[in-house]
């Protein structure tokens, strides 16, 4: 009976959408295995974060995101400067030139797996000789990177440091002005996105000014004409297509997933800009985030710190 009850509501008085995301919601419940306390050698790892209080401050940055952009720009003149790079930037032709010094990337999330891991480090450990600094996000997920790398010891980066996720607050309207969200020597908010991960980094570094390259946020746009949202392949990464396919995500979430994207954004620039005195400018001619002040890459190289 109870069964029964269940299919009509979910088949003739829900809206499709919403039966989807609570099925999507109790999946991941289901595989996630979620603790509100982190494992406490990830409370010690992220604790040693501390040493990179302030280490920059007062200096300039660039965060190198993957959006197909900058295909169309000449990061060979990023070779001097300070850099932070994300999730599967190793891929681009011109990273050994660049030797970013930070790399960041974003926990382990479904549909995550092994397979998907094992490509993603083979990847970073091919990059390990350049002297990168590597920055793992962490959370209690069943294929996290801490469980994967204590498998796969043989894939773990030479340089790297956790940051702890594990139960971190959403960053919203209330809290987006409280030091301790922003500390990655303890609890950072939760990111949607890695370059949340990336700007994280940068503050608590002291960075005073930032530059985003590959940030395009545009994808929403294009996903429909099947063009890729990275400026390499899908079958070198992660392949964002078939992950949506996985999920049933349509264009209905997708936008609502921008519009948090976009609301976190807007929090992180209040913060930022209005506490740290940082600037943060968006170097990318095709995105839609208008979030930040746009500036010519080329002029950006221009600019002093």
Not at 50 to 57: A, L
Request: aromatic share 10%.
């Amino acid at each position: 009976m109870k069964s029964a009850l269940k299919h009509a509501i979910s088949e003739y008085i829900l809206p499709p959408g919403i039966t989807r995301t609570i099925k999507t919601l109790t999946q991941r419940e289901q595989t996630s295995s979620p603790s509100p306390q982190a494992l406490p050698e990830i409370i010690e790892k992220a604790k040693s974060n501390v040493r990179f209080k302030d280490i920059h401050k007062g200096e300039r940055c660039f965060i190198l995101a993957t959006g197909p952009s900058v295909k169309d720009q000449n990061l060979k003149n990023l070779a001097n400067e300070y850099c932070i790079s994300v999730s599967h930037f190793y891929l681009h032709p011109d990273f050994s030139i660049i030797k970013p010094n930070y790399h960041v990337i974003a926990p382990a999330h479904p549909p995550f797996e092994s397979q998907k891991l094992t490509k993603l480090f083979q990847g970073i450990k091919s990059r390990d000789d350049l002297g990168t600094e590597f920055f793992l996000g962490q959370t209690n997920f069943i294929h996290s990177t801490h469980n994967f790398l204590c498998q796969v010891p043989e894939l773990k980066p030479t340089n790297f440091n956790y940051i702890n996720y594990t139960g971190a607050p959403h960053l919203s309207a209330q809290n987006h002005q409280q030091t301790e969200v922003w500390d990655i020597s303890r609890n950072p908010f939760s990111i949607r996105t890695v370059v949340y991960s990336a700007l994280q980094l940068a503050a608590y570094m002291g960075f005073s000014k930032v530059f985003l390259l590959g940030a395009d946020m545009n994808h929403i746009c294009t996903v429909q004409q099947g063009y890729t949202p990275h400026f390499y392949k899908e079958e070198k990464g992660i392949n964002d297509a078939e992950q949506r396919k996985n999920n049933s995500v349509d264009m209905e979430k997708m936008l609502l997933g921008a519009h948090k994207n976009f609301l976190g954004f807007r929090l992180i620039r209040e913060h930022l800009e209005g506490n740290n005195g940082m600037r943060i400018y968006n170097c990318s001619p095709t995105s839609l985030l208008d979030v930040f002040e746009r500036i010519d890459f080329n002029d950006a190289i221009k600019q002093s710190s």
